[in-house]
């Protein structure tokens, strides 16, 4: 694998954690083909231990919901402008640009996720972009199409997040996918969060979770959806 100059100066290097990937597909999912770890404590420990999160490596279940979503309604993102926040390994991001997005950006903190979603995009013939920045302070122009999955947990953090989600939604439609994990356990109970669907996904990496298959909600933020038939 060609590894571009700037990932070759991270610490850990790029190629010191290629051993802990392959290209694997996600049940729920199977028409994307990601570049995704099947390891857990050795690449955790070397993830944390450079100050890195952990959590990017991994193809998660909100983001497979996410993007079975967005591939059995590609109405709802064609000839859109797309931005995946907190997007990791980039599903729903992909997922959003196979399903007809005039452009699709991810928004991440971490380089490794940059990586990992440029490899996912080439492999899946899908032009995507990246945008290396917190997504509580990134700029997200109007009149788009915004996706966050997995990414509510504590209470204050998650409370904070929720707004940011719903100012965004008075000029964007907006949907998340939240798992219902028993631990930690965040019950969304925002007035304007409106339920679209519950499924039951799959556990792509067992050790992750406490329970299998992973029940998931996804929402629609600000107003309810109204999808239109593909």
Not at 91 to 107: E, F, S, W
Not at 152 to 173: A, F, P
């Amino acid at each position: 694998m060609d590894i571009p100059f700037k990932f070759t100066t991270t610490k850990p290097a790029v190629t010191q954690i290629l051993k802990h990937f392959q290209w694997r597909r996600h049940p729920h999912v199977p028409e994307l083909e990601l570049f995704s770890s099947f390891d857990l404590d050795e690449l955790k420990t070397m993830m944390k231990d450079n100050g890195h999160s952990w959590q990017w490596p991994y193809i998660w279940e909100c983001g497979a919901a996410l993007a079975r979503f967005i591939l059995d309604n590609p109405t709802l993102v064609r000839d859109k402008v797309v931005y995946d926040l907190g997007t990791g390994q980039g599903t729903a991001l992909i997922a959003a640009k196979k399903a007809g997005a005039k452009i699709a950006v991810g928004v991440d903190t971490c380089v490794f996720s940059q990586f990992t979603v440029e490899v996912n995009s080439e492999r899946n013939n899908a032009h995507t972009l990246f945008l290396k920045k917190d997504i509580l302070t990134a700029k997200i122009p109007d009149n788009c199409v915004i996706f966050a999955s997995d990414l509510v947990y504590g209470q204050s953090t998650s409370d904070v997040l929720l707004e940011k989600l719903y100012n965004l939604s008075e000029t964007s439609t907006v949907i998340i996918s939240q798992s219902n994990r028993p631990n930690p356990r965040y019950e969304i109970t925002h007035p304007s969060f409106y339920k679209i669907q519950d499924v039951d996904v799959p556990v792509f990496t067992p050790r992750l979770e406490v329970v299998n298959p992973m029940p998931i909600t996804l929402y629609s933020v600000g107003k309810p959806l109204d999808l239109v038939t593909p």
